[in-house]
């Protein structure tokens, strides 16, 4: 995942993880929505 797009505020970080087991778009999807509350 390229993180280049992104803006780098201060005080925030950017942080890769590596899951398996997610099959789908939607298993992604609900990952990343748990993760941007």
């Known amino acids: 995942m390229s993180t ?3 803006q780098h505020l201060p005080g925030s970080r950017v942080l ?4 398996e ?3 789908c778009a939607s298993c992604a999807a609900r990952i990343e929505r748990k993760l941007n509350k």
């Open 4 to 6: 280049d797009h992104l």
């Open 16 to 19: 890769e993880l590596d899951i």
């Open 21 to 23: 087991g997610m099959t």
